[in-house]
């Protein structure tokens, strides 16, 4: 039991928090890391926290490292943050690194995953194929209704000229034909009425 007790203090001298040998351990603040630490905890996400590991305690017949397993056979560690706290337990990690697919392992399951990116992939460069081919259809049927309404405008110019010559000489002939008494020219009235 005194060599556990060590084994307990020992772990508090490296964390650098205070053991006064009672339940009034609670009362230690959590201490900060500084880069000069020498056991100084990974960030997380490089993978497992590095703890250090001490020998059985011959009272429990326990091992009395942080990485103790549970009775579910899961891990009751939990990682560390930057600052030393204990941020999420790492049965949450484990769940969560089941649930994403782990690629180094399986063959089959990366084979099947660069299956599923590489259709994807295709997937994608048919529909942009499909998109510039729609894009370029409508851009030729854009330039042919320019190129129609082009056309168009020369035709509507070459009438209206035509129009305003037609006029010219409809006027210069009822003149021509008015001279010679041909046209009996209207009388204006006085009262207004045509």
Known sequence: MYEGIDNLKSLYDRAGKTFSGGPSA???????????????????????PKYPRTEDSRATGRDNSPDVRS???????????????RER????????GKRSPNYRGDPCVLESFFDRVTQGLRNDLEHERDRRLQL????????????IV???????????????????????????????G????????????A
Do not use: F, N, W
């Open 26 to 48: 609670a009362q230690d603040v959590p201490r900060r890391t500084t880069q000069s630490d020498p056991v100084r905890q990974p960030p997380v996400g490089s993978g497992a």
């Open 71 to 85: 009775r579910r056979g899961v891990s009751t560690a939990a990682q560390l943050d930057s600052a030393g706290h």
């Open 89 to 96: 337990p790492l049965m949450e990690v484990e769940e969560e």
């Open 136 to 147: 370029a259809d409508t851009v030729s049927s854009i330039e042919l209704t320019r190129g």
């Open 150 to 180: 082009d056309r168009s405008r020369d035709v509507i110019t070459a009438l209206q000229t035509l129009v305003d010559a037609h006029h010219r000489e409809y006027k210069a002939l009822c003149e021509m034909l008015g001279r010679k």
């Open 182 to 193: 041909v046209l009996h020219r209207k009388k204006k009235r006085t009262d207004g009425t």
